[in-house]
Nanobody, 127 residues
Framework: QVQLVESGGDLVQPGGSLRLSCAAS????????IGWFRQAPGKERERVSC????????YYEDSVNGRFTISRDNAKNTVYLQMNSLKPEDTGVYYC????????????????????WGQGTQVTVSS
């Protein structure tokens, strides 16, 4: 059974850090394009970062570039999103998504580009 499980969400003060995890079962994440999305209350789900299959090229949206880092641990079949210098506008439910097709992350910006989704983890940035 293909499954993605996110974890690591929490309440954190502005300027703080969190590391989100996306653990896969039933398939090898190394062979998938992985995206991290977030959805704030009342807003559309938006992608924040992506890592390509095989060569692991990373991509970040402007809103998180320089603050977030996506990485993959093939031994643990897990993708991480390290989030630093968090801002209140980073608040939302964070989802990881996996897609078996390859290519540049620009091709995988839309929610509909991904086949598999996790259930999400809540991140709240507030003082």
């Amino acid at each position: 059974q293909v499954q993605l499980v996110e974890s690591g969400g929490d309440l954190v003060q502005p300027g703080g850090s969190l590391r989100l995890s996306c653990a896969a079962s039933g398939f090898n994440l190394d062979y998938y394009t992985i995206g991290w999305f977030r959805q704030a209350p009342g807003k559309e789900r938006e992608r924040v970062s992506c890592i390509t299959k095989n060569d692991g090229t990373t991509y970040y949206e402007d809103s998180v570039n320089g603050r977030f880092t996506i990485s993959r641990d093939n031994a643990k079949n897990t993708v991480y999103l390290q989030m630093n210098s968090l801002k209140p506008e980073d608040t939302g439910v964070y989802y990881c998504a996996a897609e078996p097709r390859g290519g540049h992350c620009i091709l995988f910006a839309a929610r509909r580009s991904y086949t598999y989704w996790g259930q999400g983890t809540q991140v709240t940035v507030s003082s």
